[in-house]
């Protein structure tokens, strides 16, 4: 029997199918710039050549073994980017709506979706995704402590990981339950990466795209253009990636086995860093973050867009 899904399922949907697809096309690029961002405390100046490097010795030249240390830690992060997509698409449209009914005057009931974001101010989009995000960290946060330390290891060093299970059980036995909250904090602050993302894509895709001319008429297409998918998602992400990704960065590194060895508390992390590399040292991988970041925007926006409209 046909049935009819709410809004708030095709978002979660959505999310699933697109953080799945995403995250197999560029899980390579990801392990890159994990890898890459563990070397900010490193004072002598190692960078692509050294990552890519580790993964070729981790391979033993072997082609097979080589594509499978490109792809450690493929199964975590699957799970947790699909979740995490799920969990934020779900939670921004649950944010809009309680946004739409709050604080705009005459709120019309039974609106589709996209006339009601239409009217919503860059301030709304930018609190439903702060609130979203916000939410959506905190949940998913065990799941990138397990994936930062099976990612940044190749599978033959001694203290890595061996399995996501494995992970978990070492982690536990030595950390306690505390260690699947490290690196919380610069996480929380790096949801304003993606409140300031979605702010500024809605409002250009709401403001400055064809679908300003949606009127609710049933034969008009409701889907962005794939050129228009193109360039709102890249101009934004950008902007917020550029922005906040020293918070990145430093989530990293809080995550990872060094910090533990260390005990690297925020503050302690921020001076090591500035001792080794200076100001730059914050932005260490951030042209891989982007080179992976843009083209996988691109293929989870142009996913999402046509998907959330076909089922």
Avoid at 224 to 233: D, G, H, Q, Y
Avoid at 260 to 281: D, H, P, V
Wanted: charged share 20%.
């Amino acid at each position: 029997m046909a049935f009819d899904l709410t809004p708030l399922q095709k978002e979660v949907i959505a999310g699933l199918a697109t953080g799945s697809i995403t995250t197999l096309v560029v899980h390579p690029l990801d392990l890159v710039k994990i890898r890459l961002q563990l070397l900010a405390t490193n004072a002598n100046n190692l960078g692509y050549s050294y990552v890519i490097g580790s993964i070729l010795k981790g391979g033993q030249g072997k082609s097979l073994q080589i594509v499978k240390e490109a792809y450690r830690g493929l199964g975590i992060n699957w799970f947790g980017n699909a979740t995490a997509w799920a969990l934020y698409f779900g939670l921004y449209r649950v944010s809009k709506d309680l946004a739409y009914r709050l604080y705009t005057p005459g709120a019309e009931a039974g609106q589709d979706e996209l006339r009601k974001d239409a009217k919503l101010t860059p301030l709304m989009y930018l609190s439903s995704g702060a609130i979203s995000g916000a939410l959506t960290s905190i949940l998913t946060n065990p799941i990138w402590v397990i994936k930062t330390r099976i990612m940044s290891t190749n599978s033959r060093e001694k203290s890595s990981y061996k399995s996501t299970l494995d992970g978990i059980q070492k982690l536990l036995r030595e950390e306690g339950a505390r260690g699947l909250w490290r690196g919380l904090i610069p996480s929380l602050f790096g949801v304003s990466q993606g409140a300031i993302y979605f702010m500024m894509y809605d409002t250009l895709k709401h403001r400055f795209s064809s679908l300003r001319h949606y009127e609710g008429k049933v034969n008009q297409d409701k889907n962005l253009k794939i050129t228009e998918t193109f360039v709102i998602s890249s101009i934004s992400k950008v902007v917020s990636v550029t922005a906040v990704y020293p918070f990145q960065l430093l989530k990293s590194n809080l995550q990872s086995f060094e910090a533990q060895r260390k005990q690297y508390t925020f503050s302690k992390l921020i001076r090591s860093i500035f001792e080794a590399e200076g100001t730059m040292g914050f932005y260490k991988g951030l042209s891989a973050n982007l080179l992976r970041a843009i083209p996988s925007t691109c293929i989870t926006f142009c996913i999402y867009e046509n998907l959330k409209n076909c089922i």
